[in-house]
């Protein structure tokens, strides 16, 4: 099968760790040992977050003297696709020394128009109590929501149109390569009036590029990977309980943290009713150490357009 894998946030980075390279790199390790073996008998595409490194370089950006500006969201989107890529492919090639692996850094197309940027929501860097966010807000220009416990950053996160190096990506599946692709998201940009390309200040979110992406390429299976067993039906009540075989429709029915569970969800359902011809895809949503088992359903939440009689 083709696969496209989106990684969650925690692959990398847990939530309240110190965000070091050291411990990155060990997260990242212990992730691609969970992925390694889906690469040994299918075509293998990874995608993953970039919220605190891009967040952190962003800061270093903020914090420089020597800058008149700080370096533009989409520049720094660049510099953790192939900062994450790097870590990832070394992580991987580890694994499986006998594959070949290529981080890509690729460029995602949204709209110019798009109502995203004019309501910033996408989560960036650090989790800070609502004191110390608000002075950073101030001093930088920031603007901050809200975060679960914390306060965070927010940028504007448009919608995916293309993911621009499609076809470069399937060129490298067809001839057995692992790639690493669409970190972040992928670069931001926009067409202008005369055509080109132009790199805007935002954040994709990444589990949507990947829905994308992995419809783009045919893929037959979307593996969205967290630290949680499956979506919880009735979350926070005393009735939860996990969905496992499900559809689009019913995912939809459902009241979902916008900022967590929310575009997942919307990934996988976007994935699975996207597909022309009737052709059987799949998509899940689950732990990262049980990725094998998401391939088929028996684990995690496996969406699917219609239920089996």
């Known amino acids: 099968m083709r696969i496209v894998v989106a990684l969650g946030g925690n692959a990398l980075l847990q939530r309240g760790q110190v965000p070091d390279a050291a411990a990155q790199v060990e997260n990242i390790r212990r992730a691609m040992a969970a992925l ?47 900062l994450i890529g790097y870590w990832i492919l070394q992580a991987i090639g580890n694994e499986r020394p006998y594959r070949q692996l290529a981080a890509v850094l690729n460029q995602t197309l949204v709209d110019s128009d798009d109502p995203a940027f004019a309501d910033p929501t996408k989560f960036v860097g650090e989790v800070y109590d609502e004191a110390q966010a608000r002075e950073l807000a101030d001093k930088n220009g920031w603007e901050v929501k809200q975060d679960g416990d914390g306060w965070r950053r927010v940028v504007p996160s448009p919608r995916p149109r293309e993911i621009i190096e499609t076809k470069l990506i399937d060129h490298l599946l067809d001839e057995s390569i692992i790639v690493v692709c ?117 684990a995690g939440t496996y969406v699917t357009a219609t239920l089996s009689p």
Do not use: W
């Not at 029915?253 to 919307?266: N, R, T």
């Open 36 to 82: 390694a073996p889906l690469t040994d008998d299918h075509e293998v595409v990874i995608t993953h977050g970039n919220g605190p490194q891009v967040g952190v370089l962003a800061m270093e950006s903020a914090n420089d003297a020597r800058l008149t500006q700080p370096y533009p969201f989409d520049a720094l989107g660049a510099m953790t696709q192939g």
């Open 182 to 298: 669409a970190g972040g998201g992928g670069v931001p940009v926009v067409r202008t009036d005369s055509g080109d390309l132009k790199g805007v200040e935002a954040v994709i979110d990444k589990d949507l590029s990947a829905a994308l992406l992995a419809h783009r390429l045919g893929a037959d299976r979307l593996l969205v990977l967290t630290d949680v067993p499956a979506v919880m039906e009735d979350y926070g009540t005393d009735h939860a309980r996990e969905l496992r075989h499900t559809t689009p429709g019913r995912l939809r029915e459902l009241d979902l943290p916008a900022g967590s569970m929310g575009p997942k969800v919307e990934a996988v359902c976007r994935f699975v009713e996207a597909a022309t011809n009737g052709r059987p895809v799949a998509a899940a949503i689950g732990n990262l150490e049980e990725a094998a088992a998401l391939l088929d359903g028996s």
